[in-house]
């Protein structure tokens, strides 16, 4: 059972609930526009990870067949527990991307988030193209770090908290798993896409706020759930660093860290409901690259 990204990278519940705060009823627009997607569509969602983006497109798009792969079994089990949850029919697999359990013209469309720059691209888009029906549509999304805001504002930045936290890292090893192994620049996508048999390539750009709790547009309950997320990735961040080297910290010293974390979150609620405003800001810039299937 394979669960490396889930245990060191990204929690199926953070990752879950980022990219809810990302795409949101608000913006569903935008991004289903990006994927090209229509409504009673068979649909298969390549790296999906806990499942978002799989459970927003039923909920807006109901008569889509919607299924999601993804090799981390830690993911897919949160996905399936998610489904039922929500009272969603979706369907999860866990497999390799690189040798999907489908049979050959499946899928109207397949689509992925972020998961190209982590798998041999060639792989990657060859079965793609095999399971897509002739006609059909790939829709690539990536986010390429240069092009984002990041205030990096879940991490201390001085004190105890800061020392600890650095203490932590510092004594951890490489987790057992390499991320974007397979960088692409965004001139770069577009050629491999037409290697690989897909034609009437597009590319797209599309800029989300994914952090803003003092805008004046933002509803009190996503903004609450803005610094939450933040909190969540804090408190993770040190366990999955001391789930590489769990001596790094002592117990009263992992005790204090996380009282220290929740104290910063809690004031930053606590100004956020005073009316006291930051201004902090993150955002994130998705390339969409969208092809055909002759």
């Not at 039923?58 to 039922?84: C, R, W």
């Not at 789930?243 to 809690?266: C, G, M, V, W």
Request: glycine share 6%; proline share 4%; charged share 20%.
């Amino acid at each position: 059972m394979y669960s490396n990204w889930s245990d060191y990278v990204q929690t199926s519940e953070e990752l879950y609930r980022s990219r809810a705060l990302r795409f949101h009823d608000g913006n569903k627009t935008k991004w289903l526009d990006l994927l090209r997607i229509q409504d009673g569509m068979s649909v298969l969602e390549v790296g999906c990870g806990s499942g978002l983006f799989a459970h927003r497109v039923k909920t807006y798009l109901p008569h889509t067949t919607v299924t999601g792969l993804d090799f981390d079994s830690g993911h897919i089990a949160f996905a399936k527990a998610k489904s039922h949850e929500l009272g969603l029919d979706c369907m999860f697999a866990n497999g390799d991307a690189t040798a999907m359990p489908f049979t050959d013209q499946t899928f109207d469309l397949c689509y992925s988030f972020t998961v190209m720059e982590h798998i041999e691209p060639n792989a990657f888009l060859h079965e793609q193209y095999r399971v897509l029906k002739p006609g059909g549509t790939i829709a690539v999304l990536t986010v390429l770090p240069g092009l984002n805001l990041s205030g990096e504002n879940w991490q201390p930045t001085a004190g105890e908290e800061q020392k600890l936290f650095e203490k932590a890292f510092q004594a951890a090893p490489e987790a057992p798993i390499q991320i974007r192994k397979y960088p692409l620049s965004v001139s770069e996508y577009a050629p491999i896409m037409e290697k690989n048999g897909f034609r009437d390539i597009n590319v797209n750009v599309m800029s989300l706020v994914s952090y803003a709790p003092d805008s004046a547009d933002v509803p009190v309950e996503r903004a609450i759930e803005c610094i939450n997320v933040n909190r969540l990735f804090m408190l993770n961040s040190m366990s999955k660093a001391l789930n590489l080297n769990p001596a790094a910290l002592t117990k009263q010293e992992r005790s204090r860290l996380n009282e220290l974390i929740n104290h910063r979150f809690d004031e930053r609620i606590h100004c956020y409901e005073n009316g006291e405003k930051m201004w902090d800001i993150a955002t994130i810039n998705v390339v969409a690259l969208t092809g055909r299937k002759n």
